[in-house]
């Protein structure tokens, strides 16, 4: 058996995921961007409020992305399968394959651990892309919030009508 990641590197893997997945992240992004080009027909102000947006939007998902790949590799890989070419194996686009898990290297052939499946594979990538996707638009709605000054500023004191304001100012 193939001895998991310790959680000391879980550092080192989320840099690796950023590292690699960043250029696949930057390349949706691109892609988003230049498919909203026809924005741009209503005002380049709808354009460019969109692409900050997608863009925020995509470097936290990156972000956690590269957080939950790092507790992938070291509660996941090692413990229930072993992949010999690995470097990224959890990434929120594409659930992992048997396929991608028994790809040889060198002599060296990757295998789903007994008393594990495919399935519990799958599963449990399902599970971590979920809290990849739902930390993502939580860390987002967050971060519109501070776009948006309403939500900076206090909010006005509820209506009173004229009259009501001139008598409490006389008391």
Known sequence: MIEPYPIIEAPLEALLYTCFFGIVHAAILGAGLVLALPL???????????????????????????VLNAVWSCTIWGRVYYSTDYVVD???????????????????????????GMLHVRAAWFLF????WTGAIYLYSRTRRLWNKRSIEPSPPPYSSPAAGSESGEA
């Open 40 to 66: 741009c027909f209503w005002g380049w102000r709808q354009y460019l409020v969109f692409a900050r947006g997608f863009a925020v939007f995509s470097v936290l998902l990156l972000l956690t992305a590269a």
């Open 90 to 116: 959890f990434n929120p686009f594409y659930p992992i394959s048997q396929t991608w898990i028994e790809t040889p290297f060198g002599n060296m052939k990757g295998q789903i651990y007994p008393g594990f």
């Open 129 to 132: 892309a979920l809290a990849t």
